[in-house]
């Protein structure tokens, strides 16, 4: 089983920047990761996901242009750059990790595609 530990959650203000980052266990280049969230009171939903070699990434719209989602194959980390946050951004943010044999580029966007999950880290931004 996958492990994944979240990192650099907190609060900051609007027009803020955060950088989340995930560590893997395991062979970190078979997995095709993403960052989810959950706000209160919401359904988790998707942020961003990136493929298993780093090459394809994708946003949800009201990320885009904000966030950054990037792989290092060679640190076993995915990390979410948060740029410009707001506070509708405020949630538990949670990595999460599909181990693939499939395309190297291909980008899965549905929670069911991840069997491993990390425990979350609290984003608070206030207005």
């Known amino acids: 089983q996958v492990q994944l530990v979240e990192s650099g959650g907190g609060l900051v203000q609007a027009g803020g920047s955060l950088r989340l980052s995930c560590a893997a266990s395991?062979?970190?280049?078979?997995?095709?990761m993403a960052w989810f969230r959950r706000a209160p009171g919401k359904e988790r939903e998707l942020v961003a996901a990136?493929?298993?070699?780093?090459?394809?990434?994708y946003y949800i719209d009201s990320v885009k242009g904000r966030f950054t989602i990037s792989k290092d194959n060679t640190k076993n980390t995915v990390d979410l750059q948060m740029n410009s946050l707001k506070p509708e951004d405020t949630a538990v943010y949670y990595c999460?990790?599909?181990?693939?044999?499939?395309?190297?580029?291909?980008?899965?966007?549905?929670?069911?595609?991840?069997?491993?999950w990390g425990r979350g880290t609290q984003v608070a931004v206030s207005s």
């Open positions: 990136v493929s298993r070699n780093g090459g394809s990434t």
């Open positions: 999460a990790a599909k181990t693939t044999g499939a395309i190297a580029s291909g980008v899965y966007r549905r929670q069911q595609d991840y069997y491993d």
């Open positions: 395991g062979r970190f280049n078979t997995y095709a």
